[in-house]
C-alpha cells in the first residue's frame, strides 16, 4: 500500500507529461495541415509609389518579347500585390478596354493603390526603361538588319515570347477550374477568335455583355 501510494503521483505526473505531449503533436499537426492545404499566399502590404515605379520599371526592363507573361509571375508570386483571382480579374478589364494590355495593367494597379499618382508611377515606371532599349536597338536594327546572326536572334526571340504567352494562358486558366460558367465564357471566345477567325470587337461586345449578366445573376 505504501508503494502505490507512492507511485500516484508520479503517474498522475505521467499522465499529464503525456497529455500536454499528445496536445502539443495535436496543434502541430493543425498548422501543418492549414498550411497544406493554403493554396493562396498572403498578400503583402500595399506598395508605395516608389515601390510601383520600381516593380514596373523591372518588369519593363526584363519582358523581352512582351510584359504580359511576366507581369503575372511579378504581381502574383513574386511581390504578392495580387491574388490569382485578382490578377485574372483585372486582366479582363484592362483587354476590354482600348489600348495595350500591360499599359492598362500599370495604370489599373497604380490606381487600386495609390490613385491617380500610383497610376502615372506604374506608366512612366512600365515605358521608361523599354523607351529607351528600344531607341538604341532601332538605331543598332538600322545597320545590322541584314545580318543572319541578326535575323536568327529574333526568330529564337519570338519562339520565346510564344512559349511565354502559352505558359501565362495556362496559369490565367487554372483559377476558372472551379467556375464552370466562367470557363465557358473562355472557351467562347477562344472558339470565336483562334477558330472561328471573328473580329475581337464584335466579339467582346457579345461575351462581356453575357459574362456580367452571368456574374450578376450568380451573385444574387
Known sequence: MI?????APKNRFARRQ???TLLSLNCKLLDMDQDLTSTEPSLATPPTLREIFG???GLGLIS???A???ARRALVEQRRWLSAKEFTDLLGLCQFLPGGNVINLSVAMGMRFRGVPGA???LLGLIAGPSLVVIGLGVLYEHTQNDPHVRHLFAGLAAAA???LISM??????????DPMAALIAVLGFIAIAIMRLPLLPTMLVLTPLSIYIASRRAR
Open 3 to 7: 508503494l502505490d501510494h507512492k507511485r
Open 18 to 20: 503525456f497529455g500536454a
Open 55 to 57: 516593380g514596373f520599371l
Open 64 to 66: 523581352f518579347g512582351g
Open 68 to 70: 504580359l507573361p511576366l
Open 120 to 122: 502615372l508611377a506604374g
Open 162 to 164: 510564344a512559349g511565354l
Open 169 to 178: 494562358a495556362v496559369k490565367i486558366l487554372l483559377p476558372l477550374r472551379h
